[in-house]
Nanobody
Framework: QVQLAESGGGLVQAGDSLRLSCAAS??????????MGWFRQAPGKEREFVAS????????YYADSVKGRFTISRDNAKNTVYLQMNSLKPEDTAVYSC????????????????WGQGTQVTVSS
C-alpha cells in the first residue's frame, strides 16, 4: 500500500518555473521498488503522461511535450519524487498527479497502482 501526497502547485506566469513534490508513505514493498510518474489532466481533456523515473532513478522518460523543460528526480531516502518544471507555458495548465507502480517505469495509466490526489498548476500568458 502506498499513499502519495503532492505539493508545490500554484499560479505562475509563462516562462516561470515550479517544482512539484510527491511524498510517499509505503507499507510492505518499499518506496525504492516502485516506478514513479507524473501525469496531468487539463479541463475537458484526458489524463496524459508527463514523466516517469525508474526504481533506482537512473532511467527517466518524458512526454515529447515536456522534454527539455521538465526534469523528474527522486530521493529514495526521503521517499519523495520531484518534478522540476521550467519554461512553463499556458498549455501546461492542469492538475498534476503523482503515480506509483510496480513496473520499472510508469508511462501509462495501466501501469499505475496508486495515485495522489493531485495539485493544480496554472500558467498565465
Amino acid at each position: 500500500q502506498v499513499q502519495l501526497a503532492e505539493s508545490g502547485g500554484g499560479l505562475v506566469q509563462a516562462g516561470d518555473s515550479l517544482r512539484l513534490s510527491c511524498a510517499a508513505s509505503a507499507s510492505g514493498r518499499t518506496f525504492e521498488r516502485y516506478g514513479m510518474g507524473w501525469f496531468r489532466q487539463a479541463p475537458g481533456k484526458e489524463r496524459e503522461f508527463v514523466a516517469s523515473i525508474a526504481w533506482s532513478g537512473g532511467t527517466t522518460y518524458y512526454a515529447d511535450s515536456v522534454k527539455g523543460r521538465f526534469t523528474i528526480s527522486r530521493d529514495n531516502a526521503k521517499n519523495t519524487v520531484y518534478l522540476q518544471m521550467n519554461s512553463l507555458k499556458p498549455e501546461d495548465t492542469a492538475v498534476y498527479s503523482c503515480a506509483a507502480g510496480r513496473s520499472f517505469l510508469v508511462t501509462t495509466t495501466l501501469r499505475v497502482d496508486y495515485w495522489g490526489q493531485g495539485t493544480q498548476v496554472t500558467v498565465s500568458s
